[in-house]
């Protein structure tokens, strides 16, 4: 077993770009989402009391009822939303924060060409990657056991490439 290796290196500013648009889009997404639960927060209650209503309950449009389902379901909303956000896009933030990117060096366990798409892999020997599409002139000119560097967002850990 080789020993990891691993170093930082600035971002450079097509890399920054990506991570940029990367956050821009999942927090986006995550407002999207979370306007989505807010509403259906309020639409759930509603038709229960509807449900309730059709099945002959008596005061099946209870206001009390109603906000307090309501109240629940907005709070695991909100709480669901906010620990996935400070679980992933946070990550991304400090990656911009720091512009820094991880070096592993790695080696090559395994080879595999898949002939139906036409893509090239090495299996390598990282904690962070089982696997990595190469070209294919890469992939005749390095052999298994070779080292081979992997590039990736610190905090996040989104792959960046390989050289």
């Known amino acids: 077993m080789h ?3 691993r170093y930082m290196e600035p971002l450079d500013s097509g890399e920054l770009s990506f991570l940029l648009r990367k956050e821009s889009k999942e927090r986006n997404q995550y407002y999207k989402t979370f306007r989505m639960l807010m509403i259906m927060s309020f639409i759930i209650p509603f038709a ?7 099945d002959g309950a008596p005061n099946a449009f209870s206001t009390t009822k109603f906000f307090v389902a309501a109240g629940i379901l907005l709070s695991i909303s909100s709480v669901s939303t906010y620990l996935t956000y400070r679980v992933n896009l946070r990550k991304v933030q400090w990656d911009i924060r720091d512009r820094t990117k991880t070096i592993e060096i790695s080696h090559v366990t395994r080879k595999l060409h898949v002939v139906a798409k036409n893509a090239y892999y090495f299996y390598i020997d990282s904690l962070i990657k089982l696997s990595i599409e190469v070209s294919s002139e890469d992939y005749y000119r390095i052999n298994e056991g070779d080292e081979v560097c992997i590039e990736y967002t610190t905090h996040s850990k989104n792959y960046l490439g390989y050289f």
Do not use: L
Request: aromatic share 20%; no cysteine; hydrophobic share 60%.
């Open 3 to 5: 020993e990891v290796v």
């Open 48 to 54: 229960g009391a509807w449900y309730r209503a059709a």
